[in-house]
């Protein structure tokens, strides 16, 4: 059997963490939060080599549930916000850009 291409022997703490989260909001179906994982090794000189991603786990959201709520409302508020930031700067792009259009003298006939 061939030897791993440039393998090393490492001394050092391998764990998961999620890095990268999915909300599925389905209209009329039950929302559910995805935590894709993937596996960190951190070297004994503190060097840290993140993976591709490994698994993931999926909690359905529980109306009944108040921390589920809670975070369903808070995750609503941030949309919010962050559509509101999106369309206030789409307004001002396009308001620059009319501004600019207008003061641009037209080409020569």
Same mark, same amino acid.
Request: hydrophobic residues 35%.
């Given at each position: 059997?061939?030897?791993?291409? =440039?393998?090393? =022997?490492?001394?050092?703490?391998?764990?998961?963490?999620?890095?990268?989260?999915?909300?599925?909001? &389905?209209?009329?179906?039950? &929302?559910?939060?995805?935590?894709?994982?993937?596996?960190?090794?951190?070297?004994?000189?503190?060097?840290?080599?993140?993976?591709?991603?490994?698994?993931?786990?999926?909690?359905?959201?529980?109306?009944?549930?108040?921390?589920?709520?809670?975070?369903?409302?808070?995750?609503?508020?941030?949309?919010?916000?962050?559509?509101?930031?999106?369309?206030?700067?789409?307004?001002?792009?396009?308001?620059?850009?009319?501004?600019?259009?207008?003061?641009?003298?037209?080409?020569?006939?």
């Amino acid at each position: 059997m061939p030897e791993n291409y =440039q393998a090393t =022997q490492i001394v050092g703490e391998k764990y998961k963490r999620a890095s990268l989260v999915t909300i599925d909001n &389905p209209l009329g179906g039950q &929302p559910r939060i995805t935590f894709h994982e993937a596996d960190v090794v951190v070297a004994a000189d503190g060097t840290s080599v993140i993976s591709s991603l490994s698994d993931s786990c999926t909690l359905y959201f529980d109306a009944e549930n108040p921390l589920h709520t809670e975070i369903y409302q808070k995750l609503n508020e941030v949309y919010v916000v962050a559509r509101e930031a999106r369309d206030a700067q789409r307004l001002a792009d396009q308001a620059a850009f009319e501004e600019r259009m207008a003061s641009t003298p037209p080409p020569p006939s």
